[in-house]
């Protein structure tokens, strides 16, 4: 199982980036996707989930700045994000779940400079 994330760099603040995280491996359209993040120095955080039914939830620090969508044509989940503040800063992991199936991806950095 991959879970192969690409987008991240980095941009100043109030710009916006969009993220993708490809799945191979897996039967991607079963299983819930999500986004987490981690800081240095902080705990990992759920950032967006998308299920496999396309129910989304966010992060209350994201809501309304960030987008999650999946396409399971192409096995790929993606992350809008706009509006970006320095403290949004953080390796951004993919993952994946299915009942007792979970995989995560290796992260992508995003650093917003202010």
């Known amino acids: 199982v991959q879970l192969q994330a690409s987008g991240g760099g980095l941009v100043q603040a109030g710009g916006s980036l969009r993220l993708a995280c490809a799945a191979s491996?897996?039967?991607?359209?079963?299983?819930?996707m999500g986004w987490y993040r981690q800081a240095p120095e902080k705990q990992r955080e759920l950032v967006a989930r998308?299920?496999?039914?396309?129910?989304?939830s966010y992060g209350d620090s994201v809501k309304g700045r960030f987008a999650v969508s999946r396409d399971n044509a192409k096995n790929t989940v993606s992350l809008q994000m706009i509006s970006l503040k320095p403290e949004d800063t953080a390796v951004y992991y993919c993952?994946?779940?299915?009942?007792?199936?979970?995989?995560w991806g290796k992260g992508t950095l995003v650093t917003v400079s202010s």
């Open positions: 993952h994946a779940y299915w009942g007792s199936r979970e995989y």
């Open positions: 491996g897996i039967i991607f359209s079963r299983y819930s």
């Open positions: 998308i299920t496999s039914t396309g129910s989304t």
